[in-house]
């Protein structure tokens, strides 16, 4: 689709949904005829929402995904698309700085070391500033505005001043942390309260929501009551947030449908014959991300290779990093590491017909993905921290023969709905390396017991369902504060 000619003005106040992300739900393309053109991102979060979007007449706000650019809004396969610019400088202190060096780290339990920089702050406030803004202009007189994520922890307050009318969800991605940690914040209060503007603050775990209730108890001395706030109004009066966990997922029947296509089915055998025909395959999904634990795999899988527990001939590991973050330091640093395991651990067992690690430090389209799964033997979500990871969720969903093993890290939010998966400690290197010889030898019988109970969850409970219990709290929240409205005026 060529790029919409600029409309003849801004919609304004006319979406009654409207989702804040920090980007938009579509990636600038050119096409092979030289035009650019907008396409689709791949995503569950942007699957999850495009029915609802569509229903609701929604607006979408984000920023468009290249520095510097101002593009005016734009409707996009039934949603109304509206870019927020950031500038060069602006992606640098905001999204790469206060984002990806000081939350990041921070919330993942200070596995990298957090960064404070006033500047970056300063730039955080003004950037969510603007995503605010925007949301004020476009919603609707009562509209709901869904908010995504760490990079905008600060609009849900913004808009509440801004937008009192407005029902506010704010869903976080990733974990959120024990108040030991949390309390390093310099903005520790600031950013409480930004998050406290909304009606529902959705989290992945029950222990992310009980980390945040307690922060907001030592903080700022709010009453917190199970899963309920109470946060004072501007007037005196009281409202009750609802912090809650509304664990994400995935569009799992369109996994199903991608595994049961034969040409992709031919692509596993072909992966697997290309490999030399392991009697295992073990898979390794992940953003090069140090939260994915992937030095901590390769440390492990080196192991047992020099225990003599597995040999080249017999298992291989296929370990596919897609690039991330690459202008931030702690990620240059990451991947030298890991290449350099790599090559070490591959120097010492490769063989003329067969490799120890392959590795492959690309993106993949989908289609791809599910063959790798359907060709895993065992898939390795080693998280030493993850909010959810949707990819063991993925592995799962394609598994359509009830076969392989999902070994499962403690740490990964997807460990409190997947009690059939192996699980581990990535800490543990001795626990880990007897899970993957477990997962290596696990007879089919019991592979297949455990794969369905997995199924059985991924498959009922899928993005769909998460996006609907999330709007149906926030339902609640509005019909809950419109009669509370009317009593008082009753009154
Ligand atoms: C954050 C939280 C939470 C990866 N490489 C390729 C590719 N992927 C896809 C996976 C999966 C997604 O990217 C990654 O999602 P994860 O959940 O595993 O991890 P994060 O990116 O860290 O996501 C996380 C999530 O938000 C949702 O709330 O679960 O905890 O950190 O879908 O399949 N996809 C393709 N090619 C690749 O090379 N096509």
């Given amino acids: 689709m060529p790029l919409p000619p600029p409309p003849s003005g801004a919609r304004v106040n006319q979406a009654d949904l409207v989702v804040v992300a920090n980007r938009l739900p579509v990636d600038r393309v050119v096409d092979a005829s030289g035009e650019e053109t907008w396409r689709r991102s791949p995503g569950g979060l942007v699957t999850a929402l495009e029915p609802v979007m569509r229903r609701a007449d929604g607006a979408w706000i984000g920023w468009p995904g290249q520095p510097d650019i101002e593009v005016e809004p734009f409707e996009f396969e039934g949603t109304h698309l509206v870019p927020v610019s950031l500038s060069s400088e602006e992606i640098e202190k905001y999204y790469e700085g206060m984002s990806n060096d000081t939350f990041w780290p921070l919330y993942h339990d200070v596995i990298a070391e957090p960064r ?172 090069l991300d140090y939260t994915k634990g992937i030095r901590h795999r390769l440390k492990a899988f080196g192991e047992l290779l020099a225990d003599g527990r597995v040999s080249v001939d017999d298992v291989t590991l296929v370990q596919v990093a897609s690039p991330s973050r690459e202008r931030v330091e702690a990620y240059v640093q990451l991947r030298d590491e890991i290449e350099l395991t790599v090559g070490r651990i591959n120097g010492d067992y490769d063989t003329m017909g067969h490799t120890a690690i392959r590795y492959l430090h690309q993106a993949y389209p989908r289609e791809e993905m599910v063959a790798l799964f359907l060709a895993a033997d065992v898939m390795l979500v080693t998280a030493l921290r993850d909010g959810m990871n949707l990819v063991a969720k993925e592995y799962v969903a394609a598994r359509v023969d009830n076969r392989g093993v999902l070994v499962l890290s403690e740490f990964a939010g997807a460990a409190d709905e997947l009690p059939s998966a192996v699980r581990i400690n990535p800490h543990d290197i001795d626990g880990m390396k007897d899970a993957i010889m477990r997962a290596i030898d696990m007879p089919p019988a019991e592979q297949g017991r455990r794969m369905r109970a997995l199924r059985k969850r991924v498959m009922e409970y899928d993005v769909a369902r998460w996006s609907r219990s999330f709007l149906a709290a926030l339902e609640q929240a509005r019909s809950a504060r419109e009669s509370r409205d009317a009593e008082a005026v009753t009154a």
């Fill in 116 to 287: 404070y920089r006033r500047v970056w702050w300063d730039t955080y406030e003004r950037v969510n500033r603007r995503f605010a803004d925007a949301a004020a202009a476009v919603a609707a007189e009562g509209a709901t505005v869904w908010v995504q994520d760490y990079q905008l922890q600060l609009v849900p307050r913004m808009l509440r001043e801004a937008r009192p009318d407005l029902t506010i969800g704010y869903f976080h991605h990733i974990p959120f942390p024990a108040y030991g940690l949390y309390s390093q914040l310099p903005w520790r209060r600031q950013v409480l309260e930004g998050l406290l503007g909304a009606d529902v603050i959705g989290f992945q775990r029950v222990a992310d929501a009980g980390n945040f209730a307690r922060a907001v108890r030592r903080v700022l001395r709010f009453d917190t009551k199970a899963t309920g706030i109470s946060v004072p109004n501007p007037d005196g009066s009281t409202r009750t947030a609802l912090a809650k966990a509304f664990p994400i997922s995935i569009d799992a029947a369109s996994y199903v449908e991608l595994a049961q296509r034969p040409e992709i089915r031919a692509r596993a055998a072909e992966i697997r014959a290309e490999l030399g025909n392991p009697r295992k395959i073990l898979l390794g999904v992940d953003r």
